[in-house]
């Protein structure tokens, strides 16, 4: 595709569940992002993929939070226990590698009840 | 920490004017500085600025970095609807590659 792709592209869950997002970065971009918005706020960093491993996870809120990139391209946050305050949109980018601009997907919006 | 601060909040003007937008920051170790704009969900990327004094142009749009004053400007001339979003404003490290976003500027142009 041309272009970063996320899914679900909504997901309602309720409290104390367990959720996966996913990510489909840019074909050949090796950095990929996932970063956190809620409303009315610029989105905010959680953790950077270079390749298969987590380069950077300083944004991760707490240990519910957790994502893989086990073959470099596709990529998976997970939440366990998902608190009424983990909802918001989360967006997934990704760059060429980490020197170029990242390209943002359309985002998945994480309803918690 | 990292600070970015963006202004206005929002503003409405009619089709044709232009608009400038605004973006502050104080960053430790400063690689970049990125424009995006926001409809809905999926922020589209405009700008990135590395270097100070020098325009960036895409046609209605352009934008400029002063390291200095360590600020930016986005205008927009001969505003359209279709230029209505929300406009987010990036800073990155030299040493890291996270982004650190503004809260945004909402602007409504209106026929």
């Known amino acids: 595709g041309a272009g970063v792709s996320q899914t679900p592209s909504n997901k309602v869950t309720e409290k104390g569940k367990y959720v996966e997002l996913r990510c489909d970065p840019i074909?050949?971009?090796?950095?990929l992002y996932w970063y956190r918005q809620s409303l009315g706020q610029g989105p905010e960093f959680l953790i950077y993929f270079q390749g298969t491993g987590a380069a950077d996870d300083s944004g991760l809120p707490n240990d519910r939070f957790f994502a893989v990139r086990p073959e470099g391209s596709v990529s998976t946050l997970k939440i366990q226990r998902t608190e009424r305050g983990d909802s918001a949109v989360y967006l997934c980018?990704?760059?060429?590698?980490?020197?170029?601009?990242?390209?943002f997907g359309p985002g998945t919006r994480l309803t918690v009840t | 920490e990292d600070k970015v601060v963006q202004s206005p909040l929002s503003l409405v003007v009619h089709e044709g004017d232009t608009v400038t937008l605004n973006c502050s920051y104080e960053?430790?170790?400063?690689?970049?500085l990125l424009w995006y704009k926001q409809e809905k969900k999926a922020p589209t990327f405009l700008f990135m600025l590395t270097s100070s004094g020098i325009e960036k142009k895409s046609g209605r749009l352009s934008s400029i970095l002063d390291k200095k004053e360590l600020f930016s400007i986005l205008n927009i001339t001969a505003t359209q609807t279709g230029d209505s979003a929300v406009y987010l404003c990036?800073?990155?490290?030299?040493?890291?590659?996270?982004?650190?976003f503004g809260a945004g500027t909402t602007v409504t142009v209106r026929a």
């Open positions: 990036a800073v990155e490290r030299s040493n890291d590659y996270k982004l650190s």
């Open positions: 960053v430790t170790n400063f690689r970049s």
């Open positions: 074909s050949g971009h090796t950095a």
């Open positions: 980018a990704s760059s060429l590698n980490p020197t170029y601009e990242q390209y």
